[in-house]
């Protein structure tokens, strides 16, 4: 693993998860960069995938089930090379492929539309058993926010993904503390995250969210398990992880910065605007 690398395009990403919200002066910032580790991670050192070849059978599949963080998940996407990285410029615009949430049906790498809060990980959870039936080696990973977590739908998802034991089912809780109407504790608290996830019969490990060592360790120990047991890593993040002012900041869940804000942004991240 190079870690170097890996940082490089992180910070690729984080700046343009910023020019990209920027222009379209909307967006959600903050569950976008405290996800970046993890998704330059999957998609440069661990995922099989082919941006020549985004639908291919064989691939491993990768479900944004906070599907406002789309954000993310374009600019690793462009970053990778699933489509031009102009593209990103357009995000919420009339007619572009990159929507607010992700459509599966518009923008190569996407495997699955999501949005509504609970819909991605249950969509996962019948991609892990499709790959189950047809005795396929390959992966399904899920990103979820701890906010997330409030909707009874994951709950049920939790519970079929132990109860079919699907254990090429790898997924993440960005857990980062914050969720749009305030923390997640006075919201509807529903720590300790980790316990939870165990009780419905996953396995579960708690890392660093931002730190690469721990993300690849957390998945080599995932797959190594082989028991029959859906996995589960919770992700200790930072919400706004890379930019000073957006850190731990409630408020820049859903709101996009202005001009002033981009470039202060931007030169944190290592670029002028």
Not at 60 to 68: A, N, Q
Not at 164 to 193: K, R, S, T
Not at 257 to 267: G, H, I, K, M, T
Request: hydrophobic share 45%.
């Amino acid at each position: 693993m190079d870690e170097k690398n890996l940082q490089v395009r992180a910070n690729a990403i984080r700046r343009n998860i910023i020019k990209m919200i920027g222009q379209a002066n909307s967006g959600h910032p903050g569950g976008s960069l405290s996800a970046v580790e993890l998704l330059t991670y999957l998609y440069f050192e661990e995922m099989h995938v082919d941006p020549a070849a985004p639908d291919a059978a064989d691939r491993d599949l990768f479900v944004l089930s906070k599907g406002h963080a789309a954000p993310v998940l374009y600019a690793t996407l462009a970053e990778r090379g699933f489509f031009d990285k102009d593209w990103l410029m357009t995000l919420r615009k009339i007619d572009s492929k990159l929507q607010g949430h992700p459509d599966m049906r518009k923008v190569p790498g996407v495997d699955m539309s999501t949005g509504s809060l609970g819909t991605g990980i249950s969509a996962a959870v019948g991609m892990a058993l499709s790959r189950k039936l047809d005795a396929s080696s390959r992966y399904v990973y899920a990103l979820l926010g701890d906010g997330e977590l409030d909707e009874g739908q994951v709950w049920e998802a939790a519970m079929a993904a132990a109860h079919y034991g699907l254990d090429h089912l790898i997924a993440f809780v960005d857990h980062n503390g914050l969720q749009i109407d305030g923390p997640c504790a006075e919201v509807m608290g529903v720590d300790p995250v980790d316990d939870k996830f165990a009780a419905f019969g996953w396995d579960v490990q708690v890392i660093d969210g931002h730190s690469y060592a721990a993300i690849a360790a957390a998945i080599a120990a995932a797959k190594a398990a082989a028991n029959g047991k859906p996995q589960m890593i919770v992700m200790n993040t930072v919400k706004g992880k890379g930019v000073s002012f957006m850190e731990n900041e409630v408020g820049w869940h859903g709101k996009a910065p202005n001009a002033e804000q981009v470039a202060q942004a931007l030169e944190e991240l290592g670029e002028e605007a």
